[in-house]
């Protein structure tokens, strides 16, 4: 058995292990690092938001992924429910999935052009001023395509489940960050990746921390 825990260091020291991007990634290719939270009973949020679940090291784990990444990807549900604002600074800029050229959710988001939208080809007219990148089509963003758009970069992916769903089960997620809150929800809330075909096939488990409160990091890398 192998111990993958960082029990004798520093807290910031054994994140910025956690969230370290791998010195042999594929150069040419985008690293696709899929971060999320669930409660011990896998609910993903707790109305309608995810914040309810995090902790002081989870908003650690999450910067330090952010600090890390040259690209942002989120679903818009979740862009929208999560009331994301634009980046500034050295924030990395946001790719935002989405079906319609539909900003009405959360028009400050688009407002700097640093966040874009993401639209199949056939999507209506992008609303003045959003930056928007059209791929595939059929009323869907081809998310390889997305992925090829973002060759070379360390790309943060923040869900939602739906969006995860689709990206695992086309392969382009490499990395999967979970966090496990030390709780038992209940609720209907449903789990962090859905909706496609189950998959069975195992996935390497990279790293763990466990934190002073019971929250489990796990960092699990694609086979
Ligand atoms: N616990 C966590 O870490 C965490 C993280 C993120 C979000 N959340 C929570 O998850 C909830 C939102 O979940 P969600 O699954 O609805 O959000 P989502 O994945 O952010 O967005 C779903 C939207 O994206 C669309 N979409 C998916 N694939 C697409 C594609 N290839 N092309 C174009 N559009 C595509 C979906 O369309 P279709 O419906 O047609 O597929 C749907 O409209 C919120 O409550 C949020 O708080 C939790």
Redesign the pocket.
């Known amino acids: 058995m192998r111990i993958l825990t960082d029990d004798e260091l520093p807290a910031a020291d054994a994140i910025a292990r956690h969230v370290a991007v791998p010195a042999d990634r594929p150069k040419d290719q985008a690293l696709v690092r899929l971060n999320?939270?669930?409660s011990a009973d896998g609910a993903?949020?707790v109305s309608?938001?995810?914040g309810a679940?995090g902790n002081h090291d989870d908003s650690l784990v999450f910067g330090g992924l952010r600090a890390a990444a040259d690209a942002v990807v989120?679903?818009?549900?979740?862009a929208v429910?999560?009331h994301y604002h634009a980046p500034t600074g050295a924030e990395p800029p946001i790719y935002v999935?989405?079906?319609e050229a539909d900003v009405a959710g959360d028009p400050e988001l688009f407002a700097t052009g640093r966040a874009t939208l993401v639209l199949?080809e056939d999507a209506g007219p992008t609303p003045d001023g959003v930056a928007a990148l059209r791929v595939?089509t059929g009323g869907?963003?081809d998310?390889a395509g997305l992925v090829a758009h973002l060759a070379g970069k360390v790309v943060m992916f923040?869900?939602?489940?739906?969006?995860?769903g689709?990206m695992v089960s086309l392969g382009l997620v490499d990395e999967f960050f979970l966090s496990v809150a030390p709780r038992v929800v209940g609720s209907g809330a449903a789990r962090?990746v859905h909706g496609l075909a189950a998959d069975t096939t195992p996935w390497a488990l990279a790293h763990v921390l466990v934190d002073d409160e019971g929250f489990v990091f796990l960092r699990y890398r694609r086979v």
Do not use: F, N
């Open positions: 999320m939270i669930a993903l949020e309608g938001r995810s679940l989120v679903g818009i549900a979740t429910s999560e999935v989405a079906k199949p595939g869907r963003v998310l923040e869900g939602g489940p739906s969006l995860a689709a962090v």
